[in-house]
């Protein structure tokens, strides 16, 4: 059953124990508003601030207006990218519909797809079976804040890997560092797109759905 805004937030403050002020804080919209609509002084508020309100609780607004609250919220696992291995990307950025993950607390699943690191290049601070939290924010392209920082990525070839992305010998191309001193690196690789990681989660942590 769909509720007013209102009701829905009035519900969620309920179900997750979240301060009114958490909520606001973590969607980024006005806690003032957010205070009217729970004062019952406005039923309502702006469509993009009850999405980032659902969003901020792991939820679509569909859900967040159906009151799917005490459900855990899941992260897609796209496949797998190579830490010294060669993995075929199956990338379900679009799609959403691999396996999946409960998506750990801290972080909303909006946007966001997983990973799981095969092979030792990127160890001691990723091993095999490991997963890794990205979400990009074009189809193509390798963003300026990725320079410099571990990210997945997608090679010319098809290939995933997860490696610290540096700047090349020339504009387009990008040097795949590995932590691993007796792994090798990759040098001047044309990418299609990378992303930095967000989150990682050991493998015996991970809660598979």
């Not at 829905?8 to 973590?26: F, N, P």
């Amino acid at each position: 059953m769909t509720m007013t805004f209102s009701d829905a937030l009035t519900q969620a403050l309920k179900s997750t124990k979240k301060s009114l002020r958490q909520i606001a804080d973590s969607a980024n919209v006005s806690y003032e508003q957010l205070k009217k609509v729970k004062q019952g002084k406005s039923q309502s508020t702006n469509v993009d601030d009850a999405q980032r309100v659902a969003a901020a609780l792991g939820l679509t607004l569909d859900q967040f207006l159906s009151g799917e609250f005490g459900q855990k919220s899941t992260v897609a696992i796209a496949g797998a990218v190579g830490a010294g291995a060669m993995v075929p990307v199956f990338d379900a950025y679009e799609k959403g519909d691999g396996p999946q993950v409960e998506c750990p607390p801290q972080m909303s699943p909006h946007g966001v797809v997983a990973v799981e690191v095969q092979g030792d290049s990127m160890e001691p601070v990723y091993s095999a079976g490991d997963l890794l939290f990205y979400t990009r924010e074009a189809a193509e392209g390798v963003p300026s804040d990725a320079i410099g920082h571990r990210c997945v990525c997608e090679d010319m070839d098809g290939m995933g890997w997860v490696k610290q992305v540096r700047a090349g010998s020339e504009p387009g191309l990008f040097h795949l560092i590995s932590l691993n001193p007796g792994a090798d690196n990759k040098h001047d690789v044309k990418l299609k797109w990378a992303a930095r990681v967000r989150m990682h989660l050991p493998a015996d942590m991970a809660r598979r759905v």
